[in-house]
C-alpha cells in the first residue's frame, strides 16, 4: 500500500519546508554541537573527579586517570572527528548549491520541477543521516567513556555523603571506598530485616541500620533507627 500523491499546493508546501530545513541541516550544525556538548561534559568530569580529591576519597588518583584519559581520548579522536563532518558538510552543501536554480524555479510555481527537486532533497536528507551516524561512530566510545566516568563519580560523591553521616567510630575503619544501599537479611521477613548502607573500606565491610521504623502505614512518622550492626 503506498501513500496517495499530495495535490500540487501540498507538494509545493512540503518542498519549501523541506528545503528550508535542509538549507541549515547542510552545515551539520547538529554534530558540531553534539562534539562541544561532549567536550562540556568531560571538562564537568575533569572537575567534579579533582573534587573528589578534596573531599578525600582515597581512590582519587583512579578517578582523575579515567577524567585524564577520556580527555586524551577526546583530543585524539578530535582532529579526525573534524574532518568527518566538515568534508560531509562541505559535500551536503555543494550539492544543495548545485540543485538551487531548479528549488527556486519549483518554489516560484514550475510544477514540473517539484517531484524532481523534491526527490533530489530527499537524497541529500538521506546523506545528511548518513553523516549523522559517521559522526556517531567516533562519539560513541568517547561518549560510553564519559557516562561510566560519570555514573562513578556519582557513586563516590553519594557514598562520601553517606560516610559523612555514619553513626559509628571511624578510627580503625579504614578509607572509604564505596558505599550501597542494602538489606541484611536475618530473618526472610522483609519489613524485618534491617535496610541501611553497606560500606566498602580498604580494611573493613561495615553495614550500618539506616532506616525509619513503624511508620503509619508504612508511609508516614517512625522512628529513624541508625546504628551499625557490623
Excluded at 500500500?1 to 512540503?14: E, V
Excluded at 577520556?70 to 548545485?98: D, I
Excluded at 566516568?149 to 564505596?178: C, H, I, M, P, Y
Aim: glycine share 8%; with cysteine.
Amino acid at each position: 500500500m503506498t501513500d496517495a500523491p499530495l495535490d500540487p499546493q501540498a507538494a509545493l508546501a512540503q518542498l519549501r519546508a523541506d528545503h528550508q530545513r535542509l538549507t541549515g541541516a547542510v552545515a551539520l550544525p547538529d554534530l558540531t554541537e553534539a562534539w562541544a556538548d561532549l567536550e562540556r561534559e568531560v571538562s564537568d568530569l575533569e572537575t567534579r573527579s579533582a573534587n573528589l580529591r578534596g573531599a578525600g576519597y582515597a581512590r582519587a588518583d583512579h578517578v582523575q586517570r579515567h577524567a585524564e584519559a577520556l580527555r586524551a581520548a577526546l583530543e585524539a579522536a578530535k582532529p579526525h572527528y573534524g574532518r568527518v563532518v566538515n568534508t560531509a558538510s562541505a559535500r551536503l552543501q555543494a550539492e544543495l548549491r548545485q540543485i538551487e536554480p531548479a528549488a527556486k524555479r519549483a518554489l516560484d510555481g514550475q510544477a514540473a520541477l517539484v517531484a524532481p527537486v523534491a526527490e533530489a532533497l530527499k537524497q541529500i536528507e538521506a546523506r545528511v543521516a548518513l553523516a549523522g551516524q559517521q559522526a556517531e561512530a567516533v562519539l560513541s566510545p568517547l561518549r560510553n567513556g564519559r557516562y561510566a566516568g560519570q555514573e562513578f563519580v556519582r557513586r563516590v560523591t553519594w557514598s562520601l555523603e553517606e560516610w559523612g553521616e555514619f553513626s559509628g567510630d571511624k578510627n580503625g575503619a579504614g578509607a572509604l571506598l564505596l558505599a550501597c544501599e542494602a538489606e541484611w537479611v536475618q530473618t526472610g521477613r522483609g519489613g524485618d530485616d534491617p535496610d541501611g548502607v553497606l560500606y566498602l573500606t580498604d580494611t573493613h565491610l561495615i553495614f550500618e541500620q539506616k532506616e525509619k521504623k513503624n511508620k503509619t502505614l508504612g508511609l508516614f512518622g517512625g522512628k529513624t533507627v541508625q546504628e551499625v550492626e557490623f
